[in-house]
C-alpha cells in the first residue's frame, strides 16, 4: 500500500494556466507539507499544515494556495502559472510537526510550464 | 541562521569500498540532523536521524552516521558499497521556522556513484 500518493506524477501546461495538485497520506499522519525541488536539486519547503491548519507559510507567491480538506489530504492549487513554476512537488507527512519523527515523502510531481 | 553544508556534489566509490558523504551544520542549541535518500525519479526516504545520545547512528541499508560536536560533522559512511547505493543523498537539520514551528533546512545534496 502506498504511504503517501500524489496525482498526477506528470503535468505539462501553458503559462497562465491553473492547475491542482493532490496528495493523500494513509499513514495517520497529522503533519503534511509540500516541498519544492527545482531543476539544480535544491529542495525547499513551502508550505505545512497540523490537522488541517496552516502552520508553515514560507515565502511562496500568492498564487500557490494549499488547502487541507481533512488531516489525510493536502492539495496544492496554483494559479497563472509561469516558467519557473516549474519543479517538482513533493508532498511529505510526518506523526507531529516537531520533527522528531522523519518525514514520509510521496513520489512527486513533475509540472513542467511552456 | 541554521544550516547544513555539504560540500561534495558528487562521490564516486568502488563497490565494495567504505563510503563517506559529508555534511557540517550550524545551529544555535542542540541540533536534529537527518539524513535522507532520493533514488532517479522518487520521493526522499528517510535513512538515519541523530537527537540525543550516542554519537554513531546507525540507520536504514547499513548506513550510519557519526555526530561529531566539535568539528560540527554528520558524515554518512557504509562500510562497504553497493551499486545500488547509488543515488542523491540530503543532509538536513532541524531549524526553527518563523511561522512558528519546526522545518526542515536542507543540503544542496551529494551525488553517490558507486562503480562496479
Known amino acids: 500500500d502506498t504511504a503517501v500518493s500524489q496525482t498526477p506524477k506528470y503535468l505539462v501546461t501553458q503559462m497562465g494556466n491553473d492547475k491542482s495538485i493532490k496528495c493523500e497520506q494513509n499513514?495517520?499522519?497529522?503533519?503534511m507539507y509540500w516541498y519544492k525541488q527545482d531543476s539544480k536539486k535544491f529542495l525547499k519547503i513551502m508550505f505545512s499544515?497540523?490537522?488541517?491548519?496552516?502552520?508553515i507559510n514560507e515565502t511562496v507567491p500568492n498564487r500557490f494556495s494549499p488547502k487541507s480538506p481533512d488531516k489525510a489530504h493536502l492539495n496544492l492549487h496554483i494559479n497563472s502559472l509561469e516558467l519557473g513554476d516549474s519543479a517538482v512537488y513533493f508532498c511529505?507527512?510526518?506523526?507531529?510537526?516537531?520533527?522528531?519523527?522523519?518525514?514520509?515523502f510521496g513520489p512527486g510531481t513533475r509540472l513542467t510550464v511552456l | 541562521a541554521q544550516s547544513v553544508a555539504q560540500p561534495e556534489d558528487q562521490v564516486n566509490v568502488a563497490e565494495g569500498n567504505p563510503l563517506t558523504v559529508k555534511c557540517t551544520y550550524s545551529?544555535?542549541?542542540?541540533?536534529?540532523l537527518f539524513w535522507y535518500v532520493q533514488y532517479p525519479n522518487r520521493g526522499l526516504q528517510f535513512l538515519l536521524k541523530?537527537?540525543?545520545?550516542?554519537?554513531l547512528v546507525k540507520g536504514s541499508y547499513g548506513f550510519e552516521a557519526e555526530f561529531n560536536k566539535s568539528q560540527t560533522s554528520f558524515h554518512l559512511k557504509k562500510p562497504s558499497a553497493l551499486v545500488s547505493d547509488s543515488a542523491l543523498y540530503f543532509c538536513?537539520?532541524?531549524?526553527?521556522?518563523?511561522?512558528?514551528?519546526?522545518?526542515?533546512?536542507f543540503g544542496t545534496g551529494t551525488r553517490l556513484k558507486v562503480l562496479a
Open positions: 541523530y537527537i540525543t545520545g550516542d554519537n
Open positions: 545551529v544555535s542549541g542542540n541540533p536534529y
Open positions: 511529505a507527512s510526518s506523526q507531529a510537526p516537531g520533527l522528531e519523527n522523519e518525514q514520509f
Open positions: 538536513a537539520v532541524r531549524q526553527w521556522s518563523t511561522s512558528g514551528t519546526y522545518k526542515y533546512i
Open positions: 499513514l495517520g499522519h497529522d503533519t
Open positions: 499544515y497540523n490537522n488541517k491548519e496552516l502552520i
